[in-house]
């Protein structure tokens, strides 16, 4: 029967992390179980970083962005005395399951080193590009629509003044649901995903035509995995003779204080995370299905591809 | 067949009326109808304010709070005498249907209308308290929320510095949605809601053992439904002999710039609700079930009594 | 020669106090003095609530409303006993001079202080409401106007939408300049302050100019300082039979992420404050002229009472 | 004498250009006089692009970045013959003075048309990078290091959360007042600004000494003008062997709804431009010195080049 849990982030940080951390732990604490903190990923797990958490460790840190934990990208947990030394640790501190919140990296990690050692994980899925097979909804994304959304507002002023176009780049590597969705919850000219062929051509054609309908400024969405912004800008610009610049969020995606929906969603899901492991329910992921929460095979997870939701493609043509 | 609508916003504002306004419009016009905006609501339907709209007309409304059409409580509206008038304006132009975006009351004047004309009209859900029966989501709600919780995240800095405890009120009249959630997303110590029986002596035991545990501070998020903020305010203060102020957040969760949620799920709603109509389907209500779009009619709709989601109500004791 | 210094905020927290703190604690260490944090303002200083700050122990707080070090009321500072029990403290630690954070009640006590013990005190202005005569700001000012105008624009998108009056309450007890200083940013309609008498008859003589030229809606500031807003807005909507709600900011203005002007003027304030007490110049308060640094004697800070830039006044007539 | 006067904004877009065409709009009609808004700036004065404002024609537009009037490069400005044209509108139209908008580029086309026309004109100073001479103070310089600071704030949470390095670019070609105002307020661990010499140097010890005193995380602000950011983040990972991002924030600092400082001091100079060049005083840029309103000779404006505040460098050095 599992009683001492621990809890790590790792990969890159995104938004609401905290409120997973914080509901995992209480909700073990509420089971009567141990939990415990592993500092910067599974790093922390290789080297021993695993403190005990009580219920004041998760206070006040459900408003802030990033991982109070910590995260890293450990090369180590990619060896198996890496992964050897972790497993020894979490023997050390007789720890009989864990919680692991992150990216798909985060996830291979989880099921090589389950492969291993026949340890109990569940994952938690957050990354702000929604990216991650099984499930509609990863801790971050919404905030980060928001960010977007937010910048592309600031955009559309300075657009809006000079009668150009704005081609800017959103994180999107393999799958455009924060482009999409920001774009379109921006009223973008048009969208660029990964999922799509680039069609620069068929672009061109909608801008001249939107233009030509009076139209004087333009923003244009371009996930990150559709090549190089630098080339699409200037393609863009030399066929339409447009005014046209790019912009392109970087960092800024990843951090800021939670959404209600990233707070409360991540809490859900830390929650459950918790319950299932405690019930003997693991080498799972987490996630929803239309505002459900599933489960996920961690195979599953970590092999298979996501597709975009359609609806949204559609969308964004009939409302632009 | 239907050829020619009509939309209208009619109640307390909300933000993505705006949104959910530009989906109707454009997924009209993109299938070769007309499309009319009516100001004011059912005021402007009772004298003829209503003018054909363009796509143009709904540019650069997306990212703003309130409704470009503007809205209003409309007296006569509920007269049979102005009823007649407003249905006589809609023959005059010709227009065979109507999409109304509002709260309860809007949909039961669209239904007392419907029931007398036999006119076909389409419900979109508008409010930010989230109380309509047989939608997960109303448009608005979403950023409400956020609107809440940056509130809070501002009282928390005062209830902090002051260890006091802040008893902060909330839109909630009949529903706790809109308290429950941004209470959960701010960790607030307590969430009182009209779905429950209010019991102080139970609050006033859970903030003592909060504070006997080191918590120096303390938000308590009351419903607008559950009675006198300043008693409740009084009696929990008496009670606890603890540093108490309140604090009543009104008017400003009604606008603001509407949330990524908020502006693409009122726009897909709009959409729907224009399909659904130029497609001859009619006397519903278009709304969210598990992210899922579905009808509800509209004699449901206004007639039945919205339910709070209990995992709401356990996770909020679980995590504070 | 002085040493060794405490720092304390103390009454009605604002934002930027964090900044202020930082600052003295800096400068100090920087000049190789000893500096100590009292906890809970003058109650921490009766009550021996003193330890020493590190320069971590002032990291990643510039950007947090509220004070880390906690503020309080407290009546026993106003009685003898409770100043002797602070100086003696004081002496205990050997601690030969301090600084106080906060506003004119804050000044007062420091004055008597100083009276009595000839205690060398030097105290930083903060409060919201901007009322402390010989400065012209104090902290926290420039970030409650910014609060103030959010607010206001989202009562905007309400009122837009709803052809309304919406009078609203902002922090102003004997100074105008914070209603004024928003309600000028914000293009309200009408803004009542307590320098100037109350004039209804006038403001609705406006009100009715101003919606006979076509203006639909009206944003009217009122300072809690001119009465009761209640009975103004009743007032205002007999009068003009306009549709007239009102709306009170209260305890949010206190709270909040510092601005920029706040997080500077404040370092820079808090640095002066350490230089001067360090070198021997105190019993003063240290304040801004046209953004120029200047003393204030303690006597003319706690005596006098400012008036309100007439520029501003002159300002809000024209641009309305 | 000058009755009719037209106002235009040039050059780069920056947040509360519309506060200040707002009220030299509502000045000039206070004082009977005729204004004019031309649009796209030179370009819409070379083309005629010239229509009167109304006091309805700038309401809505306080709380809106960019600017409603647009703005451009205009080269025909730059030939004779284009100036010719221009003047030629504006006599056309029996305009006798005229009110820019914008940048140093923008001042130096007023002061070249101004000694071909002996045209009356009065500039004022918009651009976020504060870097015209005689005026501390340009037009969004405040809401964009309240933009900066926000974009720091969600790059702490990732550099907090990862121990990372950042190094973000911000705007500053010649003058170092964003960077530094915004880094002092974020607390960075250095700014880099073009009125010093780069030493990378330094800066690593600095990091060095800083990391080894228990900081994990780094923000670094470099100013535009200082050189590839991309050279100095690789070198600054190179010699610090420490996890280094870079992250350049660019065209979003132009945008966004400007702050209650920029709407206040925007509104005051569009007020004191119109006021002087009614009364026929001209020829001359109107800014602040210590917050006064003052005057600067075209000319000097155009020629000199501005100190950074010596304060803000002490205080940058100080505080981290």
């Given at each position: 029967m599992i009683k001492s849990i621990a809890v790590l982030t790792s990969g890159t940080d995104s938004p609401g992390m905290n409120a997973a951390i914080r509901a995992v732990t209480r909700t073990a604490l509420f089971e009567k179980s141990i939990v415990w903190g592993v500092t910067d990923g599974y790093y922390g797990l290789v080297h021993d970083q695993i403190e005990p958490l009580k219920s004041t460790s998760v206070s006040d840190i459900i408003q802030r962005g990033g991982t109070f934990l910590g995260t890293s990208f450990c090369p180590e947990f990619e060896t198996?005395?890496?992964?050897?030394?972790?497993?020894?640790?979490?023997?050390?501190?007789e720890i009989d399951g864990m919680i692991v919140i992150g990216g798909d990296g985060t996830m291979r990690g989880a099921k090589i080193f389950n492969d291993e050692f026949d340890f109990p994980i569940v994952g938690i899925p957050a990354t702000i590009e929604n990216d991650i097979w099984g499930t509609d909804y990863t801790i971050g994304c919404d905030t980060a629509a928001n960010t977007v959304v937010e910048a592309l507002n600031k955009l559309r002023d300075t657009a809006l003044s000079h009668r150009r176009v704005i081609v800017v780049e959103v994180a999107g590597k393999k799958c455009g649901w924060l482009p999409m969705v920001s774009g379109i919850a921006s009223g973008a000219a048009y969208i660029l995903v990964p999922e799509y062929k680039v069609d620069i051509d068929e672009l061109v054609e909608e801008l001249k035509k939107r233009h030509s309908c009076g139209k004087t400024y333009s923003l244009i969405v371009v996930a990150d995995g559709c090549g190089d912004i630098m080339k699409i800008g200037k393609e863009i610009?030399?066929?339409?003779?447009?005014?046209t610049r790019i912009s392109v969020l970087g960092l800024i995606?990843?951090?800021?204080?939670?959404?209600?929906?990233?707070?409360?969603?991540a809490s859900r899901l830390g929650e459950k995370a918790a319950l299932a492991l405690l019930s003997g329910l693991y080498n799972m992921v987490v996630g929803y299905?239309?505002?459900?929460?599933?489960?996920?095979?961690?195979?599953?997870a970590v092999n298979d591809k996501k597709d975009l939701d359609r609806e949204y493609v559609r969308l964004s043509k009939i409302l632009t």
């Open positions: 198996s005395a890496g992964r050897k030394k972790a497993f020894d640790n979490l023997k050390k501190h610009a030399d066929k339409t003779k447009l005014d995606l990843r951090g800021g204080s939670p959404s209600v929906e990233d707070r409360v969603k299905k239309k505002n459900d929460i599933v489960t996920i095979a961690l195979n599953d």
